[in-house]
Each structure stands twice: as C-alpha cells, then as structure tokens.
C-alpha cells in the first residue's frame, strides 16, 4: 500500500479552515481521481491525500511528459517546442534585467532535460542545474550539453552562493516546501532574485475549465497557488514580492490540452480561443491573472 500525505492543516499558512474544492483526474499517467482542497484563509489550493516523496516517481512515467521526456510526440506538443525558443529567450531577458547582470551564477532547480540550463550555460552564465528524473539528466547531457545533478544535492550547496534561482513551474511539484523556501532564502547572495514560475487557478481559462484544467495535473501537481497564497507563503519565509510578470504563452498550451482533458481530443481552434479570452481577461489591467506567472522574489 503505498504511503499518501493528508493535510489536516493548510500547508503554506498552517489554517485549519480548509475544505474540498473539487476532483481531478490524472489523465496523464494512472487515471486515478484525486481530491483538491482549498483553504479560506490564504486560498491555497492543494492535492489531498497525494503519495509521498518516496512514492510519487510513477506518476512520472509517461512518454507525454514533455518536461522529462522532450518528447515532441502529437501536435500540442510540437508547438510547444517550436515557441520554446522564443520563451528561453524571454527567460533570459528577465535574469539579466532582475539581477541587472549578463553572467552570474544560477541555479535552475528542476531543470528537467536542461534546455534553459543549457541556454543560459551558453549565454556565458555559471550554471548549476538540479533534476530528480535520471533519465532527464541523461536526456540534458545527450541533446543540451549539459550536466545536471540529482536535485536531493540542494541542501548540501554553500549559503549565499548565487545570483539568481530559477524554478519554473516546478514548486508545484515540490514535497518539503517550507524546508524548499528556506533553502532558497539560504543560498541566495545578498541582492539575488529568485524567480518561480507556477500556474494560477484564479485565471479565466482554470475556471473555463474546472477540474478538467490540464493545469492541476495530478498527482504532480501538489500544490496550486494563487497570487493571494504565493504571498502568504513569501511573508511566511521572509521574502519579498518584487513584481508578477504574466507568462502569455502558457495559456494557448494549457487550453488546449485541457480541451483534451474534457473531450478526450485536442483542439487548437477552441484551445486558441480560450487561451486569447484569457490573455485578453489578464491584459485589462490585471495581469495577475494570467495563466501562469513568474514571481520575483527578494531576499
């Protein structure tokens, strides 16, 4: 029987007041219906009863993982690589324009098969990439030239060692995130930034689409944030909000694979539209509520 976690307090602000949102399904790997909660105070929203760190790598094991795999198998996901490049080329305007350097030392943790580690390794940064898939690290090594290191490596790396820390979309997955936060507060040089990127439930197209969003992806995605909770968590862990920037892209991407989830198919054209409203929703002057978003972060 394997082992699952089951909160009885929120895990970003501890409040008892949390109850179930809604049920997902994993249309990933495993088709099991997982339940996600939401707590009143902070509205952090969570998977509950999720497997354990030491129990959750199957639900990994899917050729359609594009973050682990590269794959560019069906057609959402040979779109998404061909506007990778040009997000990998945003991602580095935003390190260099937050830190106000064009080299540095960076830590990208969950670097997946390492295509932004690499980048930035090219762009003449001192990289360290972490990643617990070893098959992605392989992966990173054979195709981006680079090389990673077992992400259980964080909590042995010197204090106050980098620049910048990047996460993207990648605090979702993590299991210990107070322990995380107060690591990453740790190894940041005084007047680094730490930039996570992570979904955002409160956007038009979570909320087009329910427990259909591809974005809750469980059980990977332990945790779904929104800006009021991120919040939380940084004054929690004595960090401070920077600004929010919007991730455009992330909403044609996640639309159209959650009309997937909803219809058993993709669909680029209902996938577009939903992505567009949504964006469009997020650029009247609220663009906090965007798809995804990319926090930056001040010790």
């Known amino acids: 029987m394997k082992a699952v976690i089951t909160y009885t307090n929120c895990p970003v602000c501890s409040a008892a007041t949390i109850h179930e949102a809604l049920i997902a399904t994993d249309h990933t790997v495993s088709g099991e219906q997982f339940s996600i909660w939401e707590c009143a105070s902070c509205t952090h929203r969570f998977t509950q009863s999720v497997p354990d760190e030491a129990n959750i790598a199957p639900y990994y094991k899917a050729d359609s993982y594009i973050s682990h795999s590269n794959t560019s198998k069906g057609l959402v996901n040979?779109?998404?690589?061909?506007?990778?490049?040009?997000?990998?080329?945003?991602?580095?305007?935003?390190?260099?324009?937050?830190?106000?350097?064009?080299?540095?030392?960076?830590?990208?943790?969950?670097?997946?098969?390492?295509?932004?580690?690499?980048?930035?390794?090219?762009?003449?940064?001192?990289?360290?990439?972490?990643?617990?898939?070893?098959?992605?690290?392989?992966?990173?090594?054979?195709?981006?030239?680079?090389?990673?290191?077992?992400?259980?490596?964080?909590?042995?790396?010197?204090?106050?060692?980098?620049?910048?820390?990047?996460?993207?979309?990648?605090?979702?997955?993590?299991?210990?995130?107070?322990?995380?936060?107060?690591?990453?507060?740790?190894?940041?040089?005084?007047?680094?930034?730490?930039?996570?990127?992570?979904?955002?439930?409160?956007?038009?197209?979570?909320?087009?689409?329910?427990?259909?969003?591809?974005?809750?992806?469980v059980p990977r995605h332990l945790y779904h944030f929104s800006p009021a909770s991120m919040r939380t968590l940084l004054k929690r862990n004595d960090l401070k909000l920077?600004?929010?920037?919007?991730?455009?892209?992330?909403?044609?991407?996640?639309?159209?694979?959650?009309?997937?989830c909803k219809h058993g198919k993709a669909s680029l054209v209902k996938g577009f539209i939903t992505g567009l409203r949504s964006n469009l929703k997020a650029g009247k002057g609220n663009n906090a509520r965007c798809s995804s978003l990319i926090y930056v972060i001040r010790p």
Do not use: C
């Open 78 to 217: 040979t779109l998404y690589h061909q506007v990778r490049n040009i997000t990998l080329r945003s991602k580095r305007k935003l390190v260099q324009s937050t830190t106000n350097r064009t080299t540095g030392q960076l830590l990208d943790i969950g670097a997946g098969t390492g295509m932004f580690a690499g980048f930035m390794q090219r762009s003449g940064w001192q990289v360290l990439g972490l990643e617990p898939d070893a098959n992605a690290r392989q992966t990173a090594k054979e195709v981006n030239g680079i090389s990673l290191h077992p992400t259980d490596e964080l909590f042995d790396l010197p204090a106050e060692h980098f620049d910048v820390i990047t996460m993207w979309h990648v605090l979702e997955h993590v299991h210990r995130l107070q322990e995380y936060m107060q690591q990453l507060k740790r190894l940041l040089k005084p007047g680094g930034v730490l930039l996570i990127a992570v979904p955002n439930y409160t956007s038009f197209d979570a909320q087009h689409y329910g427990r259909f969003w591809a974005a809750y992806d």
């Open 242 to 260: 920077d600004s929010i920037k919007p991730m455009w892209f992330d909403s044609f991407y996640v639309s159209m694979l959650s009309e997937k």
